[in-house]
């Protein structure tokens, strides 16, 4: 099979991207144990510097977090960061790096819709009936094929590198000012097809696929679409890394996952977890001891010669003094920060104003998985406040199942303001609707609400039409030694791949400085 390479190729991952330091080493603070704070702290003590990380929380993870309580079985779900794709170069070597077991998502049937009161099986096959009134020229269009129409060619054809300076180009601000449901709409889309799109995936960005921006709809797709063959729907572990890490990843069920030409999966998690990166990072003998935990900063300012920061510890205030600081504090957390920095009225605006997606995640573990009679996969994409519903214990062992309904925006908020005991109802006859007869076999219930949580109030960034391309250029300036930094500033938000391009981007700038 002829190797495929994206025209908009990842980085290649280095465990020492940077050269080490000549004279003495600066002095830098990180605040923020997420992906993007320990990758950017890993890389600049590599190159001997004196790095020190602040963490609001009681362990590093940052929006990498997993959920073990309290199901029985063993199993857990993610709350956080939920796939890792195996083109993500730089996420796949830090898990080699680390020594971490990867487990293949593996694809078992097509998808489920429930729309418009009606449950719809297979609903990537050719000739499918949708509900809802179509076109001539999209009559009988799986779903796949309507994203093949209206989506993937414009992604893999017509989108610059999101990673390139200057991005976005003035051929595409255009798509940038307008909403997501209008792109479609210029393509030709019907109001059926945007009824049927606007269902599951694309519906979860921000506050929907009509508040989007369209190029950052279609620059978030370059996750998934980017480093794939065209209509394929597999790929290569080996052949896509740069070596010797690729033979350092380690796939269960694969003896030699560089020799494999192709891995029946599009995405994995790791073995026991998806915060085991995160916590093997932070254990690890560059960043052993470097990490202060409990530690949210209240108050951040420029010193003559440097930045000082406060935080709010247990016994009173504490305070550090740093040559240069390296912020991965989320803007809606930030913009509740006393911040005593030279910033200039645009960057105050951007701050105050980057939107954050509201996210709940809802979970049902059941003795069965009844959702096996109907879709083996799990998944189903709704026209309802469920949204999305997955196996989160699809690659997990034992009888039981988890079942997830993801919810965000409008219908994230409208969750969380019901009462627990209407909530969980509702949530039971929501999920009974798809998978009859699953509310009777109930073991254990949870959520995890994202704007209820203080250190992220909210899940990832969104930017409405314009937005994009005037708050990127502002978040990767640094404000004299003060630099931003998290996924939110990269060119994949919402992903651990785009967490540690940004960790490693102002690593890069502030040992340059």
């Not at 879709?375 to 690659?395: E, F, P, R, V």
Request: with cysteine; charged share 20%; glycine share 10%.
């Amino acid at each position: 099979m002829p190797t495929y390479r994206s025209p908009r190729s990842y980085p290649r991952f280095d465990p020492s991207l940077l050269r080490r330091a000549d004279g003495p080493p600066k002095k830098i603070i990180v605040l923020g144990a997420g992906m993007a704070g320990l990758t950017a702290a890993y890389q600049l003590v590599q190159a001997g510097h004196d790095v020190t990380v602040i963490e609001a929380r009681h362990e590093a993870g940052g929006r990498v977090r997993t959920l073990r309580e309290p199901f029985v079985g063993g199993q857990h779900v993610e709350a956080g960061a939920m796939f890792l794709h195996g083109h993500h170069t730089l996420t796949m070597g830090y898990i080699a790096m680390m020594g971490l077991t990867l487990v293949p998502l593996v694809h078992r049937g097509s998808s489920v819709a429930y729309l418009r009161g009606q449950r719809l099986t297979d609903i990537d096959r050719k000739g499918m009936k949708w509900p809802v009134q179509v076109s001539k020229d999209e009559a009988g269009l799986g779903l796949m094929a309507l994203w093949q129409k209206y989506i993937i060619p414009v992604v893999q054809k017509e989108l610059t590198d999101p990673r390139a300076k200057g991005f976005p180009s003035p051929k595409l601000r255009a798509i940038d000012e307008m909403t997501a449901a209008d792109f479609l709409r210029v393509r030709g889309a019907s109001a059926g097809v945007l009824e049927i799109l606007n269902a599951g995936y694309l519906d979860l960005m921000g506050n929907g696929l009509h508040c989007v921006s369209a190029l950052a709809m279609l620059r978030d797709l370059t996750a998934s679409v980017d480093g794939l063959p065209p209509l394929a729907s597999g790929f290569s572990v080996g052949r896509l890394h740069d070596m010797p890490f690729a033979r350092g990843v380690k796939v269960q069920g694969v003896k030699n996952p560089e020799s494999q030409k192709q891995i029946d999966a599009q995405a994995f998690t790791i073995l026991g977890g998806n915060d085991l990166l995160p916590h093997a990072l932070a254990k690890s003998p560059m960043l052993k001891g470097r990490i202060t935990y409990r530690a949210p900063i209240v108050r951040i300012e420029s010193q003559r010669r440097g930045v000082r920061v406060t935080a709010q510890m247990a016994r009173g205030h504490r305070s550090w003094d740093a040559d240069y600081v390296i912020s991965t504090i989320p803007f809606s957390v930030l913009r509740t920060i006393d911040l005593a920095l030279d910033c200039t009225p645009a960057v105050r605006r951007m701050i105050d104003m980057v939107q954050i997606t509201s996210v709940v995640r809802q979970y049902v573990q059941t003795r069965r998985r009844p959702w096996w009679r109907v879709n083996k996969a799990g998944t189903t994409i709704t026209d309802n406040s469920l949204q999305y519903l997955n196996d989160q214990s699809i690659n997990q062992p034992g009888p039981h199942g988890i079942l997830e309904a993801y919810s965000t925006g409008p219908h994230a908020r409208a969750w969380m303001a019901l009462p627990r005991r209407e909530r969980r109802a509702m949530l039971l006859a929501g999920m009974d609707l798809v998978y009859p007869g699953l509310s009777k076999q109930v073991l254990r219930e949870t959520h995890f609400d994202w704007d209820d949580e203080p250190y992220a109030r909210g899940g990832y960034a969104s930017f409405e039409p314009g937005m994009l391309r005037a708050q990127l250029p502002l978040m990767k300036q640094p404000v004299g030694r003060f630099y931003f930094a998290g996924d939110a500033t990269s060119s994949l938000p919402g992903w651990i791949q785009g967490a540690i391009e940004s960790g490693h981007a102002v690593a890069e700038a502030v040992h340059r400085a």
